[in-house]
Nanobody
Framework: QVQLVESGGGLVQAGGSLRLSCAAS????????MAWFRQAPGKEREFVAT????????YYADSVKGRFTISRDNAKNTVYLQMNSLKPGDTAVYYC???????????????WGVGTLVTVSS
């Protein structure tokens, strides 16, 4: 089992920045690819970013490319999502997820956090 706990969400003005963290405990964190997803009110959960187990490869949704950066620190069992130039459309609950591989599909994730709310005001 892997337990994931997100933090760092909050209220920010458009154009601002936030850094989300996802702390993992349980089985070997460094064995897992990690991803961030988000779900806005009334919408389906969507992929945001993913990173391989060793941090060497990252992939982003087009909607966040160039603004968001995913990273990880395996020594701290933590994955991060740096979000810059935030827009009201980025408002959502952000979830981190782990999978034994690397995927952008929510149905391929093995473990989920409970989410952290990000609200971007205009």
């Amino acid at each position: 089992q892997v337990q994931l706990v997100e933090s760092g969400g909050g209220l920010v003005q458009a154009g601002g920045s936030l850094r989300l963290s996802c702390a993992a405990s349980g089985r070997t964190f460094s064995s897992y690819g990690m991803a961030w997803f988000r779900q806005a009110p009334g919408k389906e959960r969507e992929f945001v970013a993913t990173i391989t187990w060793n941090g060497r490869i990252t992939y982003y949704a087009d909607s966040v490319k160039g603004r968001f950066t995913i990273s990880r620190d395996n020594a701290k069992n933590t994955v991060y999502l740096q979000m810059n130039s935030l827009k009201p459309g980025d408002t959502a609950v952000y979830y981190c997820a782990a999978n034994y591989g690397t995927s952008t599909r929510s149905d391929e994730m093995d473990y989920w956090g409970v989410g952290t709310l990000v609200t971007v005001s205009s």
